[in-house]
């Protein structure tokens, strides 16, 4: 490897879309328009009825930077995540949703992280709505993993901060030695196929953030998360928790998501009292004194 090459590393764009010709444009020019180089944008249009394909196609004519397209029967975005993940060529890999678009630095900064914090499973940056509102209030970083592995299992109905600690893939970043690990992704994740990688990556390093927002995302009606088929109990505990699972139990890994909601109060008041470290905070004057007054 280069000197060059270490310190511009060539990224690798994955851009899936189906059905979104009234946003594809702007994505795809949101990548174009990036101020970072060496760049590769890979493109699959997952058997769109509209016209997205003729817009990708005149857009990618004289595109700046290398472009692959693929055109392909309706498979779910796990299945066009991994097909473009086969054409990937960079050391860096980003996602972009084609609803979503990046500011021209985002890029150019999360290169920056990845080689200040190499160690990183996941790297991501903030992300805000159309109306200025982020989607995260404070983005998590830190040793997840480790966290998860002290548990061992990890109830779905009480820790969802702490197993939900990273963006939309929009704002996500990875190192390819880290995807490598992971992919291919289940394709029976229709959709969401993220939910699965910000779960399992963690696993081979911390996850570390950007704090500045470098991306905006798009919230309309088509949005996988805002469908009744693709929601909570219809799709996250019946598909993803046993998919994550099945994950672990493959790669000897002990632990475990699952969702109880019985005592629900009880079992929430003693992780906020004890694993947040709160116990001694609230309680500690009135264990020393019990007739203490306020």
Not at 8 to 22: D, F
Request: charged share 25%; aromatic share 12%.
């Amino acid at each position: 490897m280069t000197e060059e090459s270490k310190n511009h590393p060539l990224v690798s764009v994955i851009l899936t879309s189906y059905n979104y010709e009234t946003f594809i444009q702007e994505a795809i020019e949101s990548v174009f328009d990036q101020t970072y180089r060496p760049m590769e944008l890979i493109i699959v249009d997952d058997g769109s009825t509209d016209s997205s394909a003729e817009v990708i196609q005149e857009k990618v004519t004289d595109a700046p930077i290398p472009v692959t397209t693929i055109f392909q029967k309706n498979g779910g975005q796990a299945n066009a995540w991994n097909n473009a993940y086969k054409k990937v060529n960079g050391e860096i890999v980003c996602f972009l949703d084609s609803d979503d678009y990046w500011k021209r630095i985002k890029v150019e900064r999360m290169v920056t992280l990845v080689l200040d914090e190499p160690d990183g499973g996941i790297y991501q940056h903030q992300l805000e709505n159309e109306a200025g509102e982020k989607k995260q209030r404070i983005l998590n970083s830190g040793d997840y993993f480790k966290t998860w592995l002290e548990k061992g299992r990890l109830n779905l109905a009480i820790y969802q901060g702490l197993i939900s600690p990273c963006v939309p893939s929009s704002g996500l970043v990875f190192r390819k030695e880290v995807l490598d690990q992971v992919f291919p992704i289940p394709e029976i994740l229709k959709t969401c196929p993220d939910a699965f990688l910000t779960r399992t990556a963690p696993v081979f390093g911390p996850i570390h953030a950007y704090s500045g927002t470098l991306g905006y995302c798009r919230e309309h009606g088509q949005n996988a998360g805002k469908q009744e088929t693709y929601g909570y109990h219809e799709f996250w505990i019946p598909v993803i928790m046993p998919t994550l699972n099945e994950w672990y139990r493959e790669n000897d890994i002990p632990i475990e998501f699952y969702c109880k909601k019985r005592n629900l109060v009880k079992e929430g008041m003693r992780h906020w009292v004890m694993d947040t470290g709160q116990f001694w905070k609230y309680f500690k004057p009135y264990l020393i004194n019990p007739f203490r007054r306020k």
